[in-house]
């Protein structure tokens, strides 16, 4: 029972009733990565950057234990790591870092599936001249297009934009391979292993890539807080200003990233091998109670905890709105302001509209039980053959 307690001793009602199956958006912060939060937040709270006194001096050496597990989990050097509010915010960094350091406009090459914090950032660049997007198409299971990217490549690209999993449908991606091959042509690869950290082996000394990124908040640690891993980034070369002077460190969130990355090298492969077995349970049982449901993504390299199916006919919204309170899961395609939009991702991998529109993004974490899988296979099954019947008119779509 942590000593912390009384701050956190009644959960909301919602998380006690509704199952929580929505773990690609983000997870809820592991109760003992809280506890060292909050003993940052309440008993280590000096400046870390200001070591004249004891209190300064016991936050640098948090921060700097922190670096140190980031680094572990990631085979990466401890220098390397740059905190920063999250995934969002590290790439913004990283394409902003490429573009100050390179002839201007640069050549990004970003496959059609990247999170549209990759997309939007890339977009932008172009629409001020500091870039142009060569785009990488997917097959139907996500898979990217591996001779488009290499003809891209040979067109004299600056910098990749690679996903090592997708957010949506799960599907993974051969970084290694990708990485390489961009190095062959002389381009530096960004990867954006948000949702692979922890989930799948990430070794950055043998990756070799000029940045890589993630968000605390998908390893159940609190939002707000991320990493970019770069051999290659200096703050200051981004607009020259950066670096000039260094802000008060958020101690609590880079200690808390730094032990649910702790957490993840001790536990991420049980947990991997559980999620994933779990997860078949489910597909198994969704595809008994739904017999025409269709599995998205690569069946054969996915993440361990992903699912995401499509049940034509059946609008996923109105399904969504069927499980409020009971099942928390997604369409997974909801844009940065939070409204549904038709998945970017389906649409690239040229799924028909029936398939997009009736798509279910469903991602099981750490505390998801055997139980909670029953309870939800029946419980999406329902919803799912409840707006069928009431709106019998979308299955012939
Ligand atoms: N990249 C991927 C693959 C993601 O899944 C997400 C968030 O869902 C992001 C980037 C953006 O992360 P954040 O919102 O934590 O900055």
């Not at 974490?365 to 309870?375: F, P, V």
Request: charged share 20%; net charge negative; with cysteine.
């Amino acid at each position: 029972m942590s000593k912390y307690s009384p701050l956190t001793k009644q959960a909301p009602i919602a998380q006690r009733t509704t199952v929580y199956l929505d773990h690609h958006a983000t997870t809820p912060v592991d109760p003992r990565v809280a506890e060292v939060a909050i003993r940052m937040m309440v008993e280590e709270f000096g400046n870390a950057n200001g070591v004249e006194n004891i209190h300064g001096e016991h936050a640098a050496s948090a921060v700097a234990e922190a670096r140190d597990k980031v680094a572990r989990l990631l085979r990466a050097e401890p220098d390397d790591v740059y905190f920063t509010s999250g995934s969002t915010e590290a790439i913004q960094l990283a394409i902003s870092h490429s573009i100050a350091t390179h002839r201007s406009p640069l050549k990004i090459a970003v496959s059609r599936v990247e999170h549209k914090a990759v997309i939007d950032t890339a977009l932008r660049a172009e629409r001020l001249g500091l870039a142009v997007v060569t785009w990488i198409e997917v097959d139907e299971k996500a898979r990217l297009d591996r001779s488009g990217y290499n003809r891209a490549l040979q067109t004299g690209i600056d910098l990749v934009c690679v996903m090592a999993a997708n957010n949506e449908v799960g599907t993974i991606y051969p970084i290694e391979e990708l990485v390489r091959e961009a190095r062959e042509h002389g381009a530096n690869a960004l990867i954006d292993a948000t949702q692979a950290v922890g989930r799948m082996p990430i070794n950055l000394e043998e990756l070799n890539a000029a940045y890589v990124v993630f968000s605390g908040h998908k390893i159940y640690s609190p939002k707000g807080i991320g990493a970019l891993v770069s051999p290659i980034f200096e703050p200051a070369s981004v607009f020259g200003l950066q670096g000039a002077h260094h802000p008060t460190p958020n101690v609590s969130g880079i200690a808390a990233l730094g032990s649910a990355c702790e957490l993840m090298e001790l536990e991420g492969e049980a947990e991997t091998r559980r999620l994933s077995q779990l997860r078949d349970l489910l597909q198994e049982r969704l595809l008994h109670l739904v017999p025409d449901l269709v599995v998205n993504g690569d069946e054969a390299g996915r993440l361990p905890h992903n699912l995401h199916v499509s049940a034509p006919g059946a609008l996923n919204d109105v399904v969504l709105s069927h499980l409020r309170g009971k099942v928390s899961i997604s369409t997974g395609s909801a844009c940065n302001t939070g409204a549904q939009e038709p998945s970017h991702v389906l649409r690239a991998m040229r799924l028909p509209d029936a398939r997009i529109d009736s798509c279910l993004r469903i991602g099981l974490g750490r505390t998801t039980t055997a139980s909670d899988i029953e309870l939800a296979a029946v419980q999406i099954a329902q919803a799912i053959h409840d707006v069928r019947t009431a709106f019998p008119e979308d299955i012939d779509v």
